[in-house]
């Protein structure tokens, strides 16, 4: 089962514009995980926040995290054609060997040059 | 150091034919996944394994779907029949290593179309 949900499903901005994705989930989790898929690509690792961490920043890339609200939420700042993508949130919950990762539906940004 | 590999990229088979799916995770990972990637959807875990040994095959539909690691290296996934539902992206990722066990690496995927 799918316990991410991501809002909104899709999103287009103008470049130089930010990008926020929000992200649900049901359980308690261990960490929380955002990737990225390019269009008939893997998914790639943008950034993990632990259940004890409420923000943490990569580069243009601001994660927060409200385990009281079971959200989380992407940020990305002065985006680019680039970071055109699908954008999936993955959490792990406890009790699974810490590692069993449940992927929500993923958000699809497509920001225009 | 190398991706993870995968082959093929693409398969286009008709139902209740067989196909296989072959994975080569990064060198030292000792934990391996298989996805199914849906269009539209996210990835949902088919089965992990540790080494050789399953971890989590819950979501594995055991009547078509058959996996096996058997050198602790790399990994086959096979379906036999397929049916039209199997449509999908077969992707494939590892953990291990010293700096992180979290961060799972994908390879390209299969893209898999069945007629």
């Known amino acids: 089962s799918q316990q991410g949900e991501e809002d909104p499903q899709a999103l287009s901005i103008q470049e130089g514009e930010n990008a926020t994705m929000n992200c649900s989930y049901k359980t308690s989790i261990n960490n929380l995980q955002w990737y990225r898929q390019n269009s008939g690509r893997g998914l790639v690792h943008l950034i993990l926040?632990?259940?004890?961490?409420r923000e943490k920043h990569s580069g243009r890339l601001r994660v927060t995290l409200d385990t009281s609200k079971k959200s989380s939420s992407l940020l990305i700042t002065a985006s680019r054609a680039a970071d055109t993508a699908s954008y999936f949130c993955?959490?792990?919950?406890?009790?699974?060997?810490?590692?069993?990762?449940?992927f929500g539906a993923g958000t699809r940004l497509f920001v225009k040059a | 150091e190398a991706g993870v590999a995968q082959s093929p990229r693409y398969k286009i088979i008709e139902k209740r034919q067989s196909v296989a799916f072959w994975c080569n995770p990064i060198s030292g990972h000792a934990t391996l996944y298989w996805y199914q990637q849906i269009l539209g959807q996210g990835p949902k875990l088919l089965i992990q394994f540790q080494n050789n040994g399953v971890v989590d095959d819950s979501q594995l539909p055991k009547d078509r779907f058959s996996a096996e690691r058997l050198k602790g290296v790399d990994s086959t996934l096979k379906i036999q029949p397929a049916k039209l539902e199997d449509s999908a992206v077969y992707l494939c990722?590892?953990?291990?290593?010293?700096?992180?066990?979290?961060?799972?690496?994908f390879g390209p995927g299969t893209r898999l179309l069945v007629l």
């Open positions: 990722a590892s953990t291990g290593g010293d700096r992180n066990q979290e961060t799972q690496y």
């Open positions: 993955a959490t792990v919950p406890p009790g699974t060997g810490g590692f069993k990762t449940i």
């Open positions: 926040i632990r259940s004890n961490e």
